[in-house]
């Protein structure tokens, strides 16, 4: 494959032997097969419109155009009464079902919480619908420990009745966003109690920003998700605009909802989703059907798969047996999100991609890193810790979780079966022993200056280190790294090359290291005894971790930028250069 002359590999010549790309025999997006599939069940409120048409046509045009039911207001005695013709409508198909009732918790400041939370209760028992709890506004004599007791009550008085009940926040109430929510939760303990999320009240809060990480911080107390077409920042003109601003159709708005889909995927949740339409303007004729097919857009492209192979490729990987080339994929570009959106490709020996997405997707990678393959496994770093994929059965058949890991990068495996994790950001060093399953922390020190690239070789430990970091949480550094060695027993540490770069991944190739420096574009050479270091190739684009072949005499690694994985003959590299 010829390159363009003003490409800065163009000096690399025989060398390069190949380069497998987005570009090669691969076109269009292809669907998820049925086990990637989040398909959310959609439904809305008896609001916007609806409450001005009777029950039975309210249900009639949420079937019309695709919903799959509604939440019910019964925050007053009329409209409990009237919720049996809701379910009376819902009966007529089985297409359509009354998700969940709101109910806002009656106070007084004389004579406290009213108890006419027990007949909603018994009204709700057995009919499947949920109650959703809204605490209401901030009244003298609600204090903390009043409100929990409170809710404690209903609580259990709901679980006798095997009566689920979610804490509704709501912005200006006692219990504004969910992770206010969450304290409560958390305390009282409770099987059938959960709590939601709302777009619209997170925002109000001020968490447009950090949407994810609210979902993260609730995700195992998760009941119920309501989304609504919303600004990044509310209106400030008046208080109807504020509100207004957070509650639009899904289709208005420049807050992207996606962001929330995403996570959700991430997190598998199960949930159905809410279209919150409160006080929209428009005719529900008009937004319901059009926010519905906005929403089964973002459905659709949700389940699809990639559109190319590679998206920010991390490691090349070799399997003899299989003579296969392994490609981790972070997905989403240089992402480190726990988006369950991270793949293994599989090319053959050429390069030719014959399986895009071998693994991962269906599985719910986020964003597969480091990879290093014995004859039957190919263990695999992930945020959350490391797969055991065995090969032949395309499945992973085990997973090492390293819940305190900050930043895990790559892997190397010792001649007794070890492996070796890199904690980029915590500067550890992990040890897995595979046969009993144990992760240690097996060195941590400062002198690591955040590892990357690991190999083994020769009884040692060799590490590819990104530098001093400047800045907490940033790649910024006022040192760069220097490549490390490490006995495996004693654990002692010596400098080999001091100042390499800001070292990404290695491989060893005859007597020398081939080391990628992510930031200045470069694969260095660095022997093995003296630590030399010359410059085989520049120009690159973020290059990444590299893999050898001795059978094909081929190195290979990825470029982060541009979706590229380059295969180089050593033989025919061309001579190093001073750095």
């Known amino acids: 494959m010829s390159l363009p002359a003003k490409n800065p590999l163009h000096a690399v010549g025989r060398a390069l032997l190949y380069l497998a790309s987005f570009l090669l025999a691969w076109s269009g997006r292809v669907e998820a097969s049925p086990a990637l599939r989040y398909d959310w069940p959609l439904f809305t409120y008896n609001f916007g419109g609806l409450e001005k048409l009777p029950v039975a046509e309210q249900v009639s045009m949420l079937r019309r155009h695709g919903y799959a039911g509604l939440a019910v207001d019964i925050g007053s005695a009329a409209k409990l009464a009237n919720l049996s013709q809701y379910e009376e409508a819902a009966r007529q198909g089985a297409d359509v079902r009354i998700f969940a009732a709101f109910y806002v918790l009656g106070y007084d400041p004389q004579t406290g919480f009213s108890r006419d939370w027990v007949q909603v209760v018994d009204r709700l ?10 605490t209401g506004k901030p009244q003298d004599g609600i ?90 920042l509310p209106s400030q003109v ?71 192979p590679f998206d920010a490729p991390d490691q090349c990987t070799w399997h003899a047996p299989s003579k296969t080339w392994f490609v981790s994929n972070l997905g989403g570009g240089i992402s480190l999100a726990k988006d369950a959106y ?20 269906t599985e719910r990678m986020h964003a597969p890193s480091g990879m290093v393959a014995t004859d039957r496994f190919l263990y695999v770093v992930d945020r959350e810790g490391v797969h055991q994929i065995d090969i032949g059965r395309r499945t992973i058949s085990r997973f090492f979780p390293i819940p305190e890991g ?14 070796y994790v890199s904690d980029f950001f915590a500067n550890r060093i992990y040890r897995i022993v595979p046969a009993s399953g144990a992760v240690e922390v097996w060195l941590e020190t400062d002198r690591l200056e955040a590892p990357d690239g690991l190999t083994i070789d020769a009884g040692k430990l060799i590490v590819a280190s990104w530098g001093v970091l400047s800045e907490p949480g940033t790649f910024n550094t006022s040192k760069v790294g220097d490549l490390l060695r ?11 090359s001091r100042e390499a770069g800001n070292l990404e991944g290695i491989t060893k190739a005859g007597d020398s290291y081939y080391v990628t420096d992510w930031a200045a574009g470069k694969l260095l050479r660095i022997h093995a005894q003296t630590g030399r270091v010359s410059v085989v190739l520049s120009g690159l684009r973020n290059p990444t971790d590299p893999g050898f072949s001795p059978e094909l005499g081929v190195l290979a690694f990825p470029q982060h930028t541009g979706d590229q994985v380059f295969f180089l003959s050593v033989d025919n590299l061309p001579p190093s250069s001073s750095r």
């Open 486 to 496: 490490i006995d495996l027993v004693t654990r002692k540490i010596e400098t080999l």
């Open 342 to 361: 991270g793949w293994i490709s599989r090319l053959d020996a050429t390069g030719k991609v014959i399986e895009p997405f071998w693994i991962g997707l």
């Open 143 to 232: 204090t903390p420990d009043r409100l929990e007791t409170e809710i404690r009550a209903l609580v259990e008085y709901a679980s006798g009745k095997s009566l689920k009940v979610t804490l509704y926040p709501h912005s200006k109430n006692v219990i504004a966003t969910a992770e206010e929510a969450l304290v409560y939760v958390k305390k009282i303990n409770r099987p059938n109690f959960t709590l939601a999320v709302h777009t619209c009240h997170e925002i109000r809060a001020g968490n447009a920003d950090r949407i994810e990480q609210v979902l993260e911080n609730v995700k195992d107390h998760l009941g119920y998700v309501t989304i609504a077409g919303s600004d990044n």
């Open 238 to 308: 008046n208080g109807s605009e504020w509100e207004y601003s957070t509650l639009k159709p899904l289709y208005r708005g420049n807050f992207d909802l996606t962001r929330v889909l995403k996570k959700l995927r991430s997190l598998d949740y199960r949930g159905a989703i809410g279209f919150i339409n409160h006080r929209i303007a428009e005719a529900p004729d008009v937004y319901l059907p059009l926010s519905k097919s906005t929403y089964g857009k973002w459905i659709q492209d949700l389940n699809a798969l990639p559109a190319q």
């Open 125 to 134: 028992a057995g009919t499947g619908t949920d109650l959703w709890l809204i």
């Open 406 to 419: 900050k930043f895990l990068n790559d892997i190397a495996l010792a001649g007794n079966g070890d492996l």
